[in-house]
């Protein structure tokens, strides 16, 4: 084999299922290989960012790594925002990047692609990836692409590896893929013996989980433990749609002065908050009113794990949770929990439309048809994505980076195949809304709507007497045709009913709805975060 055979072999080994990119003269060779071997399917998209959003995407929803693969200089940074949010946000994203054969360097000229030598990349890199590897030698490259592809699945981050275009075709030996680090088995008996009392000897535990329980693939075992332990179950914002479609006793999500009453109490009144890889963030809990006191709950996040002033290092959360399964005593009475409620009951009649109605169409859409995957861009539809029903959701929910939606939705279709849902914001979507243009080639149709106020209306909300955040109407629903897909306009409440059947109904095409929305109208979750991170921050809040 050559070295692009054995590293797309080993990108398969550890869980990669598809390649997105774009390719440049300094990538040309791999993407040739990539093709000819046929070892994992090509995806290019347009424009970098849309390449590492629907990689990221991917690997969010399959709980595995995913390869984002671009060229040198002008390719690998423009990609640099979506591998910041996947490194912020835990997601295994392969960066792999073509790079100047071993002797061009030395040629003296300035290479195209350079920006300052020909080490900048890489140190950028080294910033927002958890490892890093440059294959110049074909007799070392196994052992490298073995650390660094088992660092992606361990830290759960973005790694990157420079691949010279020089090194493509080099004969090369096979990747033998690193063990599981091992575990001190007393550390770990001693940590989920302390949790177990702590739960015990707690009048209101709440498990609490967040991100790593789906990075991990732990979902089960999570809803397991929960069941076992008698405890309710609520997810951070980030770990939105974790543990749907398991039996647990899940309460909904935690947002603070946001969210839900009943489910703001339990975390905030609650004696023992188990937080499962839950990610410590503004986002997360920037929103309680009471502060939450994390010196009393326990954290297990990031390989450890801390109680009250102490912490157990080197202890993997699927470790963790599988060593609690087996000591757990049997199952605590329940408390009774009301179900998470969601608006249904969409009224069609000719009144315009706002965000609330939305989440009610789409609940109501799911409940006759079924549900879908959902991909939210940041903007008030990631907060109208918390007024549907819990289910399989990615967003940028704490990194809350523009641009996500489309292409991470693009990246759930390549990824499973099912048909997702895109939420998306008329700012965000002029930002990578084009990316829809790739659907037709590879037989993708994800339902798009776009949540037009001409506005950015998150940032209008929080500075209501700066004029900058008003955008011109654009007709997005007119350009869906020219991109291969159907597109409508709605204005009403019955028109975007109809146009939601219209879409669940065409196959084969996306279908894009441009939903008209008066500027000034949030969804009520946004209405309340404003409105508590307003109060939260005002001086002398806390
Ligand atoms: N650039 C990026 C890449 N990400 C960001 N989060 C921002 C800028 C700052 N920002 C946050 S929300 C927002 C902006 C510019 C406006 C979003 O507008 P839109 O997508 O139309 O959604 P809306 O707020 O109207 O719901």
């Known amino acids: 084999m050559n070295l692009s ?9 550890h869980g990669a299922r598809e390649v997105f990119g774009i390719p440049g003269d300094f990538a040309l060779p791999f993407f040739r290989e990539i093709e000819n071997a046929g070892i994992l399917p090509l995806y290019t998209l347009s424009h970098e960012p849309g390449v590492g959003f629907a990689a990221d995407a991917s690997a969010r929803i399959r709980s595995t790594l995913s390869v984002a693969a671009v060229t040198y200089g002008a390719g690998a940074l423009n990609m640099v925002n979506p591998v910041a949010g996947a490194y912020a946000e835990k997601s295994p994203v392969v960066v792999i990047s073509g790079a100047p054969g071993k002797g061009e360097a030395s040629t003296g000229l300035l290479l195209h692609h350079q920006a300052k030598t020909l080490d900048s990349q890489f140190a950028i890199y080294q910033e927002i990836t958890c490892d890093q590897a440059r294959l110049t030698d074909a007799r070392t490259a ?19 590896i420079e691949l010279p275009r020089d090194m493509v075709a080099e004969p090369c030996e096979p990747v033998v893929a690193l063990g599981a680090p091992a575990v001190d088995p007393a550390a770990l008996d001693a940590c989920t013996d302390e949790i177990l009392a702590r739960l015990a000897a707690a009048e209101r535990p709440v498990l609490m989980v967040g991100v790593e329980v789906r990075r991990f693939d732990l979902e089960a ?11 309710p179950v609520v997810t951070s914002i980030l770990g939105r749609g974790l543990l749907a479609g398991h039996d647990a006793p899940l309460a909904g999500t935690y947002l603070g002065v946001a969210g839900d ?3 703001t109490a339990l975390v905030e009144d609650s004696d023992a908050l188990l937080m499962l890889g839950v990610l410590v963030s503004d986002t997360n809990f920037g929103v309680s009113a009471r502060q939450i006191d994390l010196r009393k709950a326990i954290h297990a996040c990031d390989g450890e794990v801390t109680l009250g002033y102490h912490t157990y290092a080197h202890l993997p959360l699927g470790q963790v949770v599988r060593r609690l399964l087996e000591r757990a005593p049997a199952a605590r009475q329940m408390p009774t929990l009301a179900p998470p409620s969601y608006p249904h009951g969409m009224v069609a009649d000719d009144a315009p439309i706002v965000p609330g109605d939305i989440a009610r169409g789409i609940n109501d859409l799911m409940a006759r048809h079924g549900v879908m995957p959902i991909a939210a861009d940041m903007g008030d539809c990631m907060f109208t994505a918390m007024e549907i029903a819990h289910q399989a959701l990615v967003a940028p929910g704490y990194y809350a980076t523009m641009g996500f939606g489309v292409p991470a939705g693009l990246g759930l279709q390549a990824a499973t195949g099912e048909r997702p849902l895109i939420l998306v914001g008329d700012g965000a979507f002029q930002m990578t809304g084009w990316e829809l243009g790739n659907c037709c080639r590879f037989g993708w149709d994800p339902i798009v709507l776009v949540f037009n106020n001409r506005s950015w209306e998150m940032l209008r909300t929080f500075q209501p007497e700066s004029s900058f955040n008003d955008l011109s109407a654009w007709d ?11 597109g409508v306009r709605v204005d009403t409440r019955a028109e975007l009913a109809a146009a939601l059947e219209q879409a669940v109904a065409t196959r084969g095409r996306f279908q894009l709805i441009d939903v008209t929305i008066p500027r000034g109208e949030l969804s009520p979750t946004l209405k309340r975060f ?3 991170v307003k109060r939260l921050s005002a001086p002398g809040a806390r």
Do not use: T
């Open 5 to 13: 055979q054995v590293l797309l072999s080993a990108l398969k080994a």
């Open 142 to 160: 196994p052992a490298e692409i073995a650390r660094v592809l088992a660092s992606c699945l361990r830290e759960s981050r973005p790694v990157y």
């Open 530 to 532: 404003v409105a508590g």
């Open 476 to 486: 997005f629903a007119g350009m869906a045709a020219g991109l291969g897909g159907d």
């Open 261 to 263: 009453e009943a489910v």
């Open 221 to 231: 075992q999570v809803a397991a433990l929960a069941r076992q332990l008698g405890i």
